[in-house]
């Protein structure tokens, strides 16, 4: 079965930063936020995805897990928290991290890529609460693995993958992005130590640069330039 296809939808400034906080005038600020979430909904995507801690600054909050130890012990296989979910929202989440109010976002039901080193009692906390999960890989993440699961487990055919840098470049590097749809913003930010739309972790293997080829290119309000690229396998 063919995986999905990948959309990574980011905006950043000229200098590639993506952490908002650093852009000046909150009002601003939600501007541009609207400006991305309205070219996110252009797309005729089923599901969207972003790492740990994306996902725990934006979303979760820092909600922790409240863990209970299950009776018996639970298999490392994928589990459906809802078969008659349609869309989706992705956290990639190794360790098993992330506490949650309920298993949506925003009518999105919630699927957790993790690691087989994953505790029972964090299994189990899914499980109650009816989140899906999938394991790809025993200690480290194998994310070919991930979105292979994610297409033949779910009605996925499109994610937008929408950060951190890290998941964007850990994507990037195993060749699973297939476009990019970049929000540049008129701001230069030039904050030192300061994540951009693709970072490759030192402990991977960096492979070769990524050719793309520009599809596209509109100027919007707010002078943001929205850049869509078609990804060279």
Known sequence: MKRPHVICHMMSTIDGRIIVANWGDPERRKAFSAIYEKCHESFDAQAWMVG???????????????????????????????????????????????????????????????????????????????ISYIFAGKETLDLVSAVSQLGELFPIQTIMLEGGGHINGSLLNEGLIDELSLLLLPIADGTPNVPTTFEVRDSLQKKAATQLQLSDVQQLQEGVLWLKYQVSH
Do not use: C
């Open 52 to 130: 740990r801690v994306t996902m725990e600054k934006d979303f979760t909050k820092g909600l922790q897990p409240e863990l209970v130890k299950p009776e018996k012990a639970i298999a490392r296989e994928p589990f459906v928290g809802d078969i008659n979910a349609t869309s989706f929202a992705i956290a990639v989440d190794a360790h098993g991290k992330l506490g949650w109010a309920s298993n949506e976002i925003g009518g999105d039901h919630l699927i957790e890529v993790l690691t087989e080193q994953v505790s029972d009692d964090y299994l189990h906390y899914l499980r109650q609460r009816g």
